[in-house]
């Protein structure tokens, strides 16, 4: 039986369990983050390790960067964030509080708002009698731009304080709103160094920063989160045709490596309107969440704008000789394929899809994260059946060999029942409860989490039994 979810019901077993709680929380909290407690952490972890295998270790053509957060601002001024990264916002004179403009007229009048002007949106505003997402009436201000980036300043000038002197700007810096241009400033180097010929993409994971005006829908919209980001670089005339590639294999890698329902995900390809100047094509990997569809992944067709930018304002030669484009071959700019996602709303799509409330056998309810057990935050857990030295001592052992390969949980404290329903909320495969028979037969009790089916398993044969059944 699967219940309604809500996102009150994630919050409340994400925080209860300890996957996440709200960033600064002592001090009242900071908006817009968030920080990942044990099991939350590796969680996040399994996500990244199994993006990274797909993408790089199963993929002869891909290879790994690690590039910078904080970047030369003409990066951001070649990529067109220092004039355009901005949101649309509009203030409410009454309760002095700020909104999204493209949200709430998207939500109240259903309509899409892509590529308008803020006088366009202005006008909406006007002509329509839009409320505050609470229902208030509401007497809004002019429609203006709201630029995301968060500005910083390196070395000791203060930009911003009494003694910022004059030339005290040259030394403002952002903190990288997408990790994805640090894949194109070092795309040459990463070239010859691993000797790639197209097609060819660069992976990255990291954290990227945006000063959302409105961050909210728990871990869906932060202002420091991470992404996972390919850059896929093919000949121009190949485009097209890895476009689709990487669309078929990107929502493969949702449903068969990390297990999501595919009824839960959708294909949506940009209209005219929404895509953006650059973009000859831009689909997103949308998730239903409790809220509804909303997006997990833009997988975009690039084109060359990015290195063009790059090339142009660094005065540097970007371009890619095809020693297999004629006989003398040909200098060109690849085109590029963009699969990008962020790593926090993935983990909030896990918690969404593997959230499961069954009756027990007594009647109460069973609250289950029923994940993948490959992607499960930790494998199995070791419980001594009571508190007393005589387990103990085989209990630790059995955790130690364990804990050589598989990520383990060992818990000593409640009755055994409570023991099982925490590790069933915090989504572990397998329970191996040790004994008193383990002490003469050498064996366990192992519980398996969805069918709740106990079976007794060799100490000796344990790795070996819980390894070919993570999968
Ligand atoms: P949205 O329209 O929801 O603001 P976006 O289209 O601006 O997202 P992209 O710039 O395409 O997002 O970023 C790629 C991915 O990074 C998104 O698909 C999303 O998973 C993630 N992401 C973007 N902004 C945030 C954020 N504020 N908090 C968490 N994840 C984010």
């Known amino acids: 039986m699967k219940k309604q979810i809500t996102m009150e019901k994630i919050a409340n077993l994400a925080k209860?369990?300890?996957?996440?709680?709200?960033?600064?929380?002592?001090?009242?909290?900071?908006?817009?983050?968030?920080?990942?407690?044990?099991y939350g952490a590796l969680l996040k972890q399994r996500v990244k390790d199994a993006w990274l295998r797909s993408n790089v270790q199963e993929m002869d053509n891909v290879v790994a960067l690690d590039a910078s957060i904080l970047m030369h601002p003409k990066v951001w001024e070649a990529s067109g964030h220092t004039a355009n990264f901005s949101d649309a916002l509009v203030d409410d004179k009454i309760s002095k509080k700020r909104y999204r403009a493209d949200h709430l007229i998207e939500e109240q009048l259903?309509?899409?708002?892509?590529?308008?002007?803020?006088?366009?949106?202005?006008?909406?505003?006007?002509?329509?009698?839009?409320?505050?997402?609470e229902g208030q009436k509401a007497d809004w201000t002019e429609v203006r731009s709201f630029n995301l980036m968060f500005k910083t300043h390196a070395g000791p000038v203060d930009t911003?304080?009494?003694?910022?002197g004059p030339?005290?700007?040259?030394?403002?810096?952002y903190l990288r709103p997408e990790t994805a241009q640090g894949i194109f400033v070092d795309y040459k180097e990463v070239q010859a160094t691993t000797r790639k010929k197209l097609p060819f993409g660069i992976a990255q994971i990291g954290k990227a920063f945006r000063n959302e005006i409105t961050p909210g829908k728990f871990i869906f919209r932060m202002r420091e989160f991470e992404q996972m980001e390919i850059e896929f670089f093919c000949k121009p005339a190949e485009s097209k045709k890895w476009h689709e590639w990487w669309q078929k294999e990107r929502m493969r890698w949702y449903t068969d490596v990390l297990g999501i329902d595919k009824k839960k995900l959708?294909?949506?390809?940009?209209?005219?309107?929404?895509?953006?100047?650059y973009s000859a094509g831009t689909s997103d990997i949308d998730y239903e969440f409790p809220f509804g569809f909303s997006e997990?992944?833009?997988?975009?067709?690039?084109?060359?704008?990015?290195?063009?930018?790059?090339?142009?304002?660094?005065?540097?030669?970007l371009t890619y000789f095809d020693q297999s484009d004629g006989p003398k071959g040909k200098s060109y700019l690849p085109h590029v394929i963009e699969p990008s996602c962020g790593v926090d709303r993935i983990v909030f799509a896990l918690l969404c899809d593997a959230y499961v409330e069954e009756p027990d056998e007594k009647g109460d309810v069973r609250t289950v994260l029923k994940l993948k057990p490959s992607i499960a935050p930790i494998s199995a857990a070791v419980l001594p059946l009571m508190n007393k030295p005589e387990l103990a001592k085989l209990s630790e052992k059995v955790r130690d060999d364990l804990a050589k390969d598989l990520m383990i949980d060992y818990d000593v404290t409640g009755s055994i029942g409570k023991r099982y329903r925490r590790q069933d909320e915090i989504g572990t495969p397998f329970c191996c409860t040790v004994d008193f028979d383990s002490l003469e037969d050498k064996a366990v009790t192992v519980r398996e989490r969805d069918s709740q089916k106990?079976?007794?398993?060799?100490?000796?044969?344990?790795?070996?039994?819980?390894?070919e059944r993570l999968t």
């Open 110 to 133: 259903g309509m899409k708002v892509e590529g308008l002007s803020n006088e366009d949106l202005t006008k909406i505003f006007q002509e329509n009698e839009i409320k505050t997402p």
């Open 167 to 173: 030339d005290a700007d040259a030394a403002a810096i």
């Open 266 to 277: 959708k294909l949506r390809p940009h209209t005219k309107d929404e895509l953006s100047h």
């Open 16 to 38: 209860r369990r300890g996957f996440l709680f709200g960033g600064s929380d002592i001090y009242g909290g900071l908006q817009g983050t968030y920080d990942y407690g044990h």
């Open 454 to 467: 106990q079976e007794r398993v060799k100490i000796a044969d344990l790795a070996d039994y819980l390894s």
């Open 296 to 317: 997990l992944e833009g997988i975009a067709n690039r084109t060359d704008y990015d290195l063009a930018q790059h090339q142009k304002v660094s005065g540097k030669d």
């Open 160 to 164: 911003s304080g009494p003694d910022a």
